[in-house]
């Protein structure tokens, strides 16, 4: 069965620095890997997915992941981090089809002035 | 394009009462999901229903809980009576049927979930 690990619970940073969130994987084939962010108040609101390709993956509010397959990680970036990304943010996988998604258990992130 | 709705936002209820959460997909998705979040655990699936059949029940915690999604559109998740345990933020997802186009399938989105307090 797939798993996912978040191995930081809660991460601080300035606004305007960088930002760099963890997620490791265990799925035997390739998988489908999401992240998707928590507001206050809101829903999931899915950020990107990488399916296949480049391992190199946009997403929406100026976000991107890589996927390394040999370090079987889906780490989140963001150059310049903005108050309002203020949210947690959960990494998520996927065997492909119809199945369930599988998640980690959330990083939530604070941004100081 | 409408996204995923959940009714209530928020319900406090005792031990032993009776509680029908429900979801609207997004129209036209056939796959409907159901997922919870007990006290800052990770988010775990519950069930998922291929229209108005039940594709996946695997992850009901137990037969207290009821789901159904009559005429394929939207779906009621009841939990009865419910037990403490029970509290925590219910979450409803949906996706397309593509079967050439597995991303369109696999892509969830969900809904803003109902948190469901049990004193």
């Known amino acids: 069965a797939q798993s996912v690990t978040q191995p930081d619970i809660h991460i601080t940073v300035s606004e305007g620095a960088s930002l760099e969130l963890r997620c490791n994987y265990s799925?035997?084939?390739?998988?489908?890997l999401f992240w998707y962010v928590q507001s206050p108040g809101q829903g999931l609101q899915l950020l990107l997915k990488?399916?296949?390709?480049?391992?190199l993956v946009q997403g929406i509010k100026g976000f991107e992941a890589e996927f390394k397959r040999s370090q079987s990680s889906f780490n989140l970036r963001k150059p310049s981090v903005h108050w309002s990304d203020a949210a947690e943010y959960f990494c998520?996988?996927?065997?492909?089809?119809?199945?369930?998604?599988?998640f980690g258990t959330g990083t939530k992130l604070q941004v100081i002035p | 394009e409408a996204g995923v709705t959940q009714f209530p936002s928020h319900s406090v209820i005792e031990k032993g009462q009776t509680v029908t959460l429900r979801c609207d997909p997004i129209?036209?998705?056939?796959?409907l999901y159901w997922y919870r979040r007990v006290m800052g655990k990770e988010i775990k699936f519950l069930l998922h229903?291929?229209?108005?059949?039940?594709?996946?029940e695997s992850g009901m915690p137990n037969n207290r809980f009821l789901a159904e999604r009559t005429g394929g559109t939207y779906s009621t998740l009841k939990v009865q009576p419910a037990e403490l345990e029970d509290s925590g933020v219910y979450f409803c997802?949906?996706?397309?049927?593509?079967?050439?186009?597995?991303?369109?399938?696999?892509?969830?989105?969900f809904g803003p979930g109902t948190r469901l307090t049990v004193l």
């Open positions: 997802a949906s996706s397309q049927v593509r079967y050439r186009l597995a991303e369109t399938t696999t892509t969830q989105y």
């Open positions: 799925y035997g084939a390739t998988p489908y």
């Open positions: 990488y399916f296949s390709g480049d391992t």
């Open positions: 998520a996988v996927s065997t492909g089809g119809y199945q369930k998604v599988t």
């Open positions: 129209s036209g998705h056939d796959n």
């Open positions: 229903f291929v229209k108005e059949s039940k594709q996946d």
